[in-house]
């Protein structure tokens, strides 16, 4: 999806032109992998725009940098902060937000514990990251998502998503919208970018953290909106097959929100359509953000930005 430019990125506690971002060649970054990152989701509403779960995401960035021992410089408090200020400096609602930490230039060697931290939030327009409303015709991977003991899949680590391009490239090649993923005994784990929620029987199924998924907090808003709905929720390995028998099957995560599976490797998930568990989950979703029903979870941080048509419903 192409990148559409603002002009504000806030670096290290201000704010500086988004042409002025930039890094050297021999950042510790560039050839170790060695940032974590978050992405969210500012909504449109009609009493002005909010921050989709700001705080969680923000918790998220400085426990991944705490897996990895980087030093991120900033509490909780100021990245919230920072990331309101630069949405209402820029003055674009919807949007995507994506804060990142890494580690900078000055050190070379895999130990990176001398390399600088940089951190950054940029924001920009960002519509469907899944186009059209038919559902996505995904398949199963021939890549696994990682071992556990391996790379940590609770941090939202820019390498692991080396294995994500493997996972997405090899779905686009073979024409399909997405790949799911394995774990390293064979269950069911989740998408390049998504977690993944399947219904069989009136009863909504996911994949827990020991089957190598990150947390979402798309994920964990779906659980929290399906118990609202007294919609039954078990959180356990599944094989795979379950892809090919559910009832329903789909997507949720910051960029997908929440998408339904039309298909499974050529096989239709029931006919094809939007389930009705599905649905009622994703209306639910739809109408807390962009503010059809009250923010009753407190979900949403406001920012002063005038916000356009919103996006993805």
């Given at each position: ?70 030093p ?5 408090e ?69 071992a ?6 609770l ?107 039309h ?32 923010d ?18």
């Amino acid at each position: 999806m192409p990148l559409e430019t603002t002009k504000n990125i806030w670096h290290n506690g201000r704010m500086i032109a988004w042409e002025d971002a930039q890094i050297h060649v021999m950042s510790h970054v560039v050839h170790y992998g060695s940032s974590v990152f978050e992405g969210l989701r500012c909504y449109a509403r009609p009493n002005g725009a909010g921050i989709f779960r700001l705080p969680e995401h923000m918790q998220r960035l400085l426990d991944s940098a705490k897996i990895y021992r980087m030093p991120v410089g900033y509490s909780l408090e100021e990245l919230c902060a920072a990331a309101v200020e630069l949405v209402e400096a820029n003055g674009v609602a919807p949007c995507y937000i994506r804060p990142i930490a890494f580690r900078g230039y000055g050190e070379i060697g895999v130990n990176p514990l001398k390399a600088p931290v940089e951190v950054y939030i940029a924001n920009f327009p960002w519509g469907k990251y899944i186009p059209g409303n038919a559902g996505a015709d995904v398949c199963v991977s021939s890549w696994n998502r990682l071992a556990p003991n391996t790379m940590p899949s609770l941090a939202k680590a820019g390498a692991n998503y080396m294995n994500s391009q493997l996972i997405r490239m090899e779905a686009e090649i073979n024409g399909y919208d997405e790949g799911i993923a394995l774990d390293v005994n064979g269950y069911l784990s989740e998408g390049s970018g998504e977690n993944l929620f399947l219904v069989r029987g009136g009863i909504l199924y996911t994949t827990p953290m020991a089957n190598s998924v990150l947390n979402g907090i798309t994920r964990t808003s779906v659980l929290t909106i399906a118990r609202d709905l007294d919609i039954p929720v078990v959180e356990q390995a599944l094989p795979r097959e379950m892809l090919y028998i559910c009832d329903e099957a789909f997507f949720s995560g910051t960029a997908a929100e929440v998408t339904h599976l039309h298909s499974v490797d050529r096989v239709l998930v029931a006919d094809g359509t939007m389930g009705p568990i599905t649905s009622a989950i994703r209306a639910e979703f739809f109408a807390i953000v962009n503010g059809t029903k009250p923010d009753r979870y407190g979900w949403l941080t406001p920012v002063k930005v005038p916000a356009a048509e919103p996006v993805g419903v």
